[in-house]
């Protein structure tokens, strides 16, 4: 059963084996296989409960319904839009639905530097094909490919770069272009439109609406939830939320994660809730093409250009390029100038490529809880590691859209590079990347809570237990003890499938 905050009209007390806070690709994917395992299962998701019928395609009902902070969500000093799904099915609702397995070179990285044995190539190729099946994951042709993203295409035949089309969780993809607006064609395989029902036709209890804003414990253990049961028009609480579990399962995505745990006095004996934050910074580059492009129109993201990856070709860069497309008011800060000049670009935006690099960020940030609950990101772009590589990035992307034909292109940074020629490209290596400088923004959080072997190092360990507390499990993309390097949608279902089945495997280990 799925209770919106609207049908509860009284407090709540519930009872349950498990209560898992968060609805996304972590806290969906374990309810679902641990009702399966026949344990009575609560979900509990801050955000409202909407269908494919809630989802008008238009930008200004749908970033204040589906996105935390109403899209605005940002670190301290506003350099970074920090992008995080709000409602049941989390960011899986707004993702463009790119499925990267996690990368060989990855899972051994976390084996030998985080202690993860378990995570063998063997052992989690099982957990993706399963929710690959659950998901429809396929990939797609290149004649699938829009206009946008076709432009990669050519760049990487021309240029003799690695690249591949990507896997997505699509069945019946119209192509219609508003992925980031919930799909209002049922085709985005989202946890709303399969783990969620799956486990709820099982058995489990989902609420929306529902805020936790802290986890109950006595000595070593957890023994419930305090939270409210909110208006869902308001926002505001409309009545009290107390849950009494065996085992509680935190799955609040990397942002919330920490905050709800610091929130709530939980004991970190390492010392490192909240820090080491990766958001996968991505930096935006447009380029003007003679013929319509029309980003924002069919498969948002359906290339990209992995020949700089190194997770994936051991290249030291260790970056992605990929396609990207967007409403237009999500696009417009793309575009170059101010007042008239800028709305010159926006009447043109049909011949405008759009494309980002997306980087795997060495340095690291900090998530912090506010005396009123609610989050404080701060993150700088490291100077010495990150920066010159997302330079070569920027100007690899340049070179990428003038080898696919471009007039010109133009970089993220706030002092305008404009390039007609290759050579132009490498302008981008003297502009300033301090912050506020450059166009940068994440979708991909993660590394919060690290899970590994060292107790000193990370909070979590390798059976996915908060270390202090023998039943509370962290599962989202926090426990990542680095950042992926890829789209960590599937290494977030790959982890939480594999805390879960350990859960399920030998169940009094964590308290039930």
Known sequence: MIVAGSAVHAD????????????????????????????????????????????????RDMYPRLYKDRGTQATADQAIGILQGRCVGGSTVV??????????????????VAGLGALTEERMAGFFEAVEEVLSVRQIGVEQLNANNAKLWIAAQRLGWKGDTFHRNAL?????GYCGLGCAYDAKQSMALTYIPLASNGGALIHANARVRRILFEGDRAVGLEGDVLDPD?????HRLRVRAKLVVVACGSINTPVLLLASGARDPSGQIGRNLHVHPAFPVIGEYDEEVRAHEGIKQGYYIGEFSGVLHGHPDDLLIEGIGAP???SAPLFPGTGDAHMDWLA????????IVLLRDAGSGRVTVRDDGRPTIRYRLDEERDVPRAKRGIENLIRAFLAAGARRVFGPTVD?????HPGDA?????????????IVFSAHQMSTCRMGADEAAYPVDPEGRLRAYRNVVVCDASIFPSASGVNPQMTVYGLASHVADMVRSEPRRYGL
Not at 172 to 176: A, D, E, L, P, Q
Not at 348 to 355: F, G, K, N, V
Not at 430 to 437: I, L, Q, Y
């Open 95 to 112: 993702n463009y639905l790119d499925c990267f397995r996690s990368p060989p070179r990855l899972l051994a990285e976390w084996r030998e």
């Open 328 to 330: 237009p008011g999500l």
């Open 234 to 238: 308001t926002d505001l609480p409309r």
């Open 426 to 438: 490498a302008a981008i290596h003297e502009r300033s990347f301090a912050p506020n400088r450059v």
């Open 348 to 355: 043109r935006r049909d011949r405008i490529a759009s494309a």
């Open 12 to 59: 709540l007390d519930v009872q349950a084996d498990i209560a898992v806070v968060g609805s996304g690709a972590g806290g969906a994917v374990f309810a679902k296989l641990l009702t399966d395992a026949g344990h009575r299962v609560v979900v509990l998701e801050e955000g409202g409960y909407y269908t494919s019928a809630d989802f008008t395609q238009d930008e």
């Open 416 to 420: 305008e590079v404009q390039a007609r």
């Open 172 to 176: 019946g993809c119209i192509g219609s």
